[in-house]
């Protein structure tokens, strides 16, 4: 099992920044990939990032792209995710998810089914 915990949200001006980690616990090393998704009121939830633990390999979706940056550091279990530009269109909960490799060749790593483990979520809120 793999234990994910998120923390950094808040609520922030457009235009600001903000910086969540995701930190996991358990069976770390079964880790492959961590994926970053959201989910706003009434939307369904939508893949923002993804990285693979031991790689270099990074994910964005268009909508983030050149915004948000993904970064692990495996000494201390935790990916981030830097997000700078906010917009009100940003405002979610935000998730962090494990792929630990059972659904590897039977969905992509953009899919949230590919990912077994997720965190309980942290709020961002942008402000107009």
């Known amino acids: 099992q793999v234990q994910l915990v998120e923390s950094g949200g808040g609520l922030v001006q457009a235009g600001g920044s903000l910086r969540l980690a995701c930190v996991a616990s358990?069976?770390?090393?079964?880790?492959?990939?961590v994926g970053w998704f959201r989910q706003a009121p009434g939307k369904e939830r939508e893949f923002v990032a993804a990285i693979v633990w031991s790689g270099r390999s990074t994910y964005d979706a268009d909508s983030v792209k050149g915004r948000f940056t993904i970064t692990r550091d495996n000494a201390k279990n935790t990916v981030s995710l830097q997000m700078n530009s906010l917009k009100p269109e940003d405002t979610a909960e935000y998730y962090c998810?494990?792929?630990?490799?059972?659904?590897?060749?039977?969905?992509?790593?953009?899919?949230?089914?590919?990912?077994?483990?997720w965190g309980q979520g942290t709020q961002v809120t942008v402000s107009s």
């Open positions: 998810a494990a792929d630990v490799g059972s659904r590897r060749y039977s969905s992509s790593l953009y899919s949230q089914d590919r990912y077994e483990y």
């Open positions: 358990g069976r770390t090393s079964s880790v492959y990939a």
